[in-house]
DNA sequence: TAATGTGAAGCCTTTCACAGCA
DNA sequence: TGCTGTGAAAGGCTTCACATTA
């Protein structure tokens, strides 16, 4: 290990690599140039080898990378070689549709429980999940569930994020920007659609923009 | 305008910007200064300002920024001064939750049209938008729709994909990765939840990583 | 005085070219 | 020969310090 600093956005390609893997794995091919899993993911070569050698070279020249072999090395890099339990908070319209999302699995996550504060959904089950009620957010740390998933409207966020945080996940991923983490007790990943898809006009040529 | 190139990032950072000034115009204040945008948002006054300058500068030394004016500059940088119709193509759990998301409309969207090819959706309503088949999707560039959004399983996404861009579609936000854009006719934004989830582990220290 | 706008420095990331290995 | 791993160059973004302006 030659890197002092490992950039962020080498760790972001990382999950995108090892689906590729896992879908190359699927068809009993053993060995895999860089050259071609870059092609098979529509990114570059060099790219994927300067990737992965911040985390240790783990090719043979000359014949490429031992696919079961690598996935196994990725997953051990993002720490996915463990299960990891996550919290979902706020079981609207977009939390329902997280929580039936069947895609985590792959990458070793369970959603292990669902919050909600409306009393109407307390107690029902989605994708065998039974919601409980905020003021169960405490045992989360006894749970072993080291993860939160927020998808709750932005007002509510601040203060679930804190209830979160003070309930010992390490990690949150939030579908809204409306908190301030404070003192960084853990890591937090936004995805906000809404503002993502407001920077999409800006890329359409002027001329193109239908006047209205 | 003294640069060349804008970065990226700067364009990203925006519609934040456009939001924390949207919910100051509110508390019928009328300046604000880089600094108080900064703290009311979390990010860095420096950045702000270098990020406007970019576009040309909108404020007064010693006064800062009349709100309701950057509004409206930044609302015509992103276009965002006209509204935006999209069309959305997969009506499954998270489909339907975008359909009803409610926080587009500040931004000038409006969700237009909505496609699925499962016959038993088509025809029924989700937030007053009424389902298509897939073979409607042709129509889109007489309606005036110039953005997509994709909401469907990974295997199906590069067919819509290829359809929405004959569409005269010219801006995609994608929820799945799973596409190559060809000769890059239009603008695509990716959003991969799954992906995302995927590399907050790595950045939870070992010693906290739940053994299981 | 109080705040903007920006050149320059520093840092991070991508790209390139090729030495070296199987 | 074919492919990896990596130093070095190039490019892009963030941060800083301060000249400038109302």
Same mark, same amino acid.
């Given at each position: 290990?030659?890197?002092?600093?490992? !950039?962020?956005?080498?760790?972001?390609?990382?999950?995108?690599?090892?689906?590729?893997?896992?879908?190359?794995?699927?068809?009993?091919?053993?060995?895999?140039?860089?050259?071609?899993?870059?092609?098979?993911?529509?990114?570059?070569?060099?790219?994927?080898?300067?990737?992965?050698?911040?985390?240790?070279?783990?090719?043979?020249?000359?014949?490429?990378?031992?696919?079961?072999?690598?996935?196994?090395?990725?997953?051990?890099?993002?720490?996915?070689?463990?299960?990891?339990?996550?919290?979902?908070?706020?079981?609207?319209?977009?939390?329902?549709?997280?929580?039936?999302?069947?895609?985590?699995?792959?990458?070793?996550?369970?959603?292990?429980?669902?919050?909600?504060?409306?009393?109407?959904?307390?107690?029902?089950?989605?994708?065998?999940?039974?919601?409980?009620?905020?003021?169960?957010?405490?045992?989360?740390?006894?749970?072993?569930?080291?993860?939160?998933?927020?998808?709750?409207?932005?007002?509510?966020?601040?203060?679930?994020?804190?209830?979160?945080?003070?309930?010992?996940?390490?990690?949150?991923?939030?579908?809204?920007?409306?908190?301030?983490?404070?003192?960084?007790?853990?890591?937090?990943?936004?995805?906000?659609?809404?503002?993502?898809?407001?920077?999409?006009?800006?890329?359409? !040529?002027?001329?193109?923009?239908?006047?209205?």
């Amino acid at each position: 290990m030659k890197y002092h600093k490992i !950039p962020d956005e080498a760790v972001r390609r990382l999950p995108i690599y090892l689906r590729g893997l896992l879908s190359l794995s699927e068809q009993e091919r053993k060995k895999i140039s860089s050259q071609r899993l870059a092609d098979f993911l529509g990114v570059n070569h060099w790219q994927i080898r300067k990737d992965l050698s911040y985390f240790g070279g783990f090719g043979t020249p000359g014949t490429g990378y031992d696919i079961e072999k690598l996935i196994r090395q990725i997953r051990k890099i993002l720490k996915l070689n463990v299960v990891h339990k996550a919290a979902l908070v706020g079981v609207g319209n977009l939390g329902s549709a997280v929580l039936r999302y069947p895609g985590f699995r792959i990458y070793g996550f369970k959603i292990a429980a669902a919050f909600d504060n409306d009393p109407k959904k307390i107690g029902r089950k989605i994708a065998n999940i039974t919601i409980e009620g905020i003021s169960n957010l405490h045992t989360l740390q006894k749970r072993k569930i080291d993860l939160g998933i927020i998808t709750i409207p932005c007002e509510a966020t601040q203060e679930t994020f804190n209830k979160l945080i003070t309930a010992g996940v390490k990690g949150v991923l939030s579908f809204s920007r409306c908190y301030k983490t404070g003192r960084k007790k853990a890591k937090v990943i936004t995805i906000d659609i809404v503002m993502d898809l407001a920077r999409l006009p800006y890329y359409i !040529p002027t001329s193109q923009v239908a006047k209205v």
